[in-house]
């Protein structure tokens, strides 16, 4: 008679000899891949191909954005060298108009700032109790507290005229923010460009030596980053 150890062995082996054959035949499909990738060069050049494209389109991707970076400092330092220029009433060649204009800006400026810094300010508390709200029964029937009743009204009357004035002041007071904000961004404007010109100019102060380092110190950091890109061909 068959014993149970060897009906129950019989049955493990069945059960164990697919997943046997399955890692057989992946190995055997990996040997023959390999082989035709070793065999086949041009299989080879495509798939090396394909990983140097995809970190080259990294690295430039990379390079780009370095290269923004140092572009958006470039111009900070050129905005910054036109306001130490115009504050030290130095002109570079060529720049009298941008100069005429920053200062025609820059009065308007002055005058909108003096005009906001004069504005009323309506801190005033204009909540309050009415006289009448506090009266009840036979006091309302006096003629001491009808006219009580009618000061209250004429108090009313005048807080929400006040407050209608203070809603018109701020929006006048947002009106001359907005103009003074849209002004520095036209002074701004003036200065990068004046800033650029005396980058081009190069004045020999000594106070200006430490910004046309900065301005050196980019410049040759975007030359080598240009050059970087460049070397690397377009995919």
Known sequence: M???DQIHGAATFQEGLPFWLFWFLVGLIALLVLFIFLRDKDLRRKIDFFFLSAKKRSLQLHLRRQLG?????KERLWLELGRM???YGLTPQGAETV???IDS???KKKELLSRLNNFPLNSEDLSFTPASDRLAGPE???PEAR???RSDEARILLAKEKAKARRAWKKKQSKLEAKVNDLERQINSHLFTLGRMADTFRFKDEILVPLYEKIDAVNLKLSHLEQSLDSLHPF
Request: aromatic content about 4%; hydrophobic content about 25%; overall charge positive.
């Open 140 to 142: 309302l029937n006096n």
């Open 105 to 107: 800006l820059e009065r």
């Open 69 to 73: 970076r140092e572009k958006k400092k």
């Open 147 to 149: 006219s009580t009743r």
């Open 99 to 101: 100069v005429k204009t």
């Open 85 to 87: 220029v115009y504050e």
């Open 2 to 4: 068959v014993s149970l």
